[in-house]
């Protein structure tokens, strides 16, 4: 159980161009999504924060006209990074919490790998 | 000062070792403490989480907190090849208002168990 899926695994684009990342919950539904970036061999860093119907909130330091974030449904969160530059090449990891858990558990997805050209 | 302080390593340890992976923080209001699983180019995967001060064994892991001195422990025993990843811990601390937790992360140990 608590499974997430992420869409797609890795990403390769041009500078200037958008790329949407999806991120899914396949046996639960989330209240809550997170985003992350992680460099290399660096720790995950929060970039926002998603509740379902409602704004994201994001952290200090992220651009929120850059990174659009959409949370749909109870079981899809997605990202898209606009008009991407090199810069922005990273491994980008989702992670939702379960609806009504007590916990502060957070499940992750498998990440996706963009690289800007 | 980071609010979480976690050794990066790396750390190699022959197979069947007991291995000792530690974080330290300074932020008294985490009140979930999270130790997490990372295979290269992967994401993260919850090992284990505790709540009180204390011991909470899962097998070959045993995940300790101590809140009075701000330390957390991952024990893992009788290491095998397969464990060697990357490992974070994690806290949260309510977030804003909110009902739920961000959580912030340790660097992140490299652990390598060799055969």
């Known amino acids: 159980g608590a499974v997430v899926s992420q869409h797609p695994s890795w990403v390769i684009c041009k500078s200037g161009t958008s790329v949407k990342i999806e991120c899914r919950s396949l046996d639960f539904q989330a209240t809550t999504m997170f985003w992350y970036r992680q460099f290399p061999k660096q720790s995950l860093m929060l970039m926002a924060t998603s509740n379902e119907g409602s704004k994201a909130t994001y952290e200090q330091g992220v651009e929120k006209d850059k990174f659009l974030i959409n949370h749909a449904s109870l079981t899809l969160s997605t990202l898209t990074v606009t008009s991407a530059h090199p810069e922005d090449s990273s491994f980008y990891i989702c992670?939702?919490?379960?609806?009504?858990?007590?916990?502060?558990?957070?499940?992750f997805g498998p990440g996706t790998r963009l690289t800007v050209l | 000062q980071k609010e979480v302080e976690q050794d990066p390593g790396p750390l190699s340890v022959p197979e069947g070792a007991i291995v000792s992976l530690n974080c330290t923080y300074s932020n008294s209001a985490f009140q979930y403490f999270m130790w997490y699983r990372q295979y290269s180019r992967k994401g993260p995967e919850l090992l284990m989480y505790?709540?009180?001060?204390g011991n909470k064994e899962d097998g070959r892991f045993t995940a300790q907190v101590d809140k009075s001195s701000k330390y957390i422990s991952l024990f893992i025993r009788d290491s095998q090849p397969s464990d060697s990843a990357t490992y974070l811990c994690?806290?949260?601390?309510?977030?804003?208002?909110?009902?739920?937790?961000?959580?912030?992360f340790g660097q992140g140990t490299i652990l390598t168990v060799h055969p």
């Open positions: 994690a806290m949260s601390a309510p977030h804003r208002g909110t009902s739920y937790g961000k959580l912030t």
């Open positions: 992670s939702a919490s379960i609806a009504g858990a007590v916990s502060d558990e957070q499940f």
């Open positions: 505790t709540y009180s001060s």
